[in-house]
């Protein structure tokens, strides 16, 4: 008998791990039973991917108005203002596209690494994921848990010199 590995991106392995039981159960049952889900923060990424690829900025205005749900395009908007307002004039922003799989030891899932952007100060990386999620809060512990994973997922050269950060972008605070 074969079991299927479970993949799972990081931020929705720190949401789960945040969720009370009850809702844990329902979203690892989702994630079992349905495939890939629609990805909201799509856009948001994209111009974050965007701004460290030095596009201009009509560019990254269509990337993030491209979605036809307004919600979306609000929230993404919001979070990418946060984005710009924190990171968007500093030096050495860039693309960070070594993403990696951790699999936790005896577990049977993996979790996919994947930063969104890095600061780069000559020798050392900073790599950042963000969390643009509403809900749940992103609290010390899963920020430090998100941060712990990164580490374990990319302790292999070359990408063992890098300082690790999970950030939030303004749309809900960690407690």
């Given amino acids: 008998m074969v079991i299927k590995l479970e993949s799972f991106a990081l931020s929705t392995f720190i949401k789960i791990c945040l969720l009370d039981s009850t809702r844990q159960v329902a979203e690892v049952h989702k994630k079992l039973n349905f495939s890939s889900g629609y990805n909201f923060y799509r856009t948001l990424n994209l111009a974050i991917d965007a701004k460290a690829s030095r596009k201009k900025d009509d560019e990254i205005t269509d990337i993030l108005m491209s979605s036809s749900n307004l919600v979306e395009r ?13 990171f968007g004039s500093k030096r050495g922003l860039a693309t960070f596209k070594k993403s990696k799989n951790f699999h936790p ?70 407690t």
């Fill in 74 to 86: 609000d929230s993404n908007q919001s979070a990418y203002d946060m984005f710009e307002k924190k």
């Fill in 105 to 174: 030891k005896g577990a049977n899932f993996t979790i996919r690494i994947n930063p969104s952007f890095a600061i780069e100060t000559g020798e050392l990386s900073e790599i950042y994921a963000i969390w643009a999620m509403k809900t749940p809060d992103l609290t010390q512990s899963g920020g430090a848990l998100a941060c712990f994973n990164e580490r374990c997922g990319n302790q292999q050269p070359p990408l063992h010199k890098l300082s690790f950060n999970h950030d939030i972008l303004g749309l809900n605070s960690i």
